[in-house]
């Protein structure tokens, strides 16, 4: 099982340019997470979604779209970046939405 | 607005010695209190995790103190090895919404040979 993956490990934008981080699991869970964490901020909740088809806002969603097609697949949307969405991007995938396994994660820069 | 408060934001340890962290949390709905663990460059993973119906919680050298009434949670690290240098996170969440985990800020620990 390779787990939670993520791509790209690194990405830096242009104000305005948009782009979408994808997230996989192998694991068939139905529940996956997207959390951005900022440097002593902890992690804010994105998107979530509890399975194929379903999705729903988490705390900082504003600025970002998410798609659920596939129980595998869990892609995050950013559309028109902002220097505010500068941070690492985690994905997550839980069997029972206890225990949330995490992705290696996302560094983006926007300038 | 903050939910989970934790404290010390860095902790610096001998070899050896007790690691303590703390977090305190408002919603009294919260009823599940993890503890993920993150070194650098890669995503945090579960350490431990405990339910308000115990007091304590102990796997290996992590031990989870937990008081319901002053709305406190805890983790211990007992004989603490340069290994557990990384930072460590304290959470809770609430049944429903597919258990979103609100996350304190986060406790840099460092672990001196």
């Known amino acids: 099982n390779a787990g939670v993956t993520q791509t790209p490990k690194f990405r830096i934008l242009k104000i305005g340019q948009s782009m979408t981080l994808q997230c996989t699991q192998d694991?068939?869970?139905?529940?996956m997470y997207w959390y951005r964490q900022d440097p002593g901020m902890g992690l804010k909740l994105i998107y979530y979604?509890?399975?194929?088809?379903?999705?729903d806002k988490g705390e900082v969603p504003n600025g970002y779209n998410v798609s659920r097609s596939t129980t595998e697949d869990f892609p995050l949307r950013l559309e028109l970046a902002a220097p505010s969405q500068t941070s690492v991007y985690f994905c997550a995938s839980s069997p029972t939405a206890y225990e949330q396994y995490f992705g290696p994660g996302t560094r983006l820069t926007v300038t | 607005q903050q939910q989970v408060k934790q404290s010390p934001q860095s902790l610096i340890v001998q070899k050896g010695g007790i690691s303590i962290i703390n977090c305190a949390y408002e919603?009294?709905?919260?009823?599940?209190f993890p503890w993920y663990q993150q070194f650098p460059g890669k995503g945090p993973a579960l350490l431990i995790a405990i339910r308000p119906d115990v007091s304590e919680k102990k796997e290996g050298r992590f031990t989870i103190s937990f008081n319901k009434s002053a709305k406190q949670f805890s983790l211990h690290i007992m004989d603490s090895q340069p290994g557990d240098s990384a930072t460590y996170f304290c959470?809770?969440?609430?049944?429903?919404?597919?258990?979103?985990?609100?996350f304190g800020s986060g406790t840099q620990l460092t672990v001196l040979p």
């Open positions: 959470a809770a969440s609430v049944e429903g919404s597919a258990r979103q985990l609100t």
């Open positions: 694991m068939n869970h139905n529940y």
């Open positions: 979604s509890v399975g194929a088809g379903i999705t």
């Open positions: 919603n009294t709905a919260f009823d599940y």
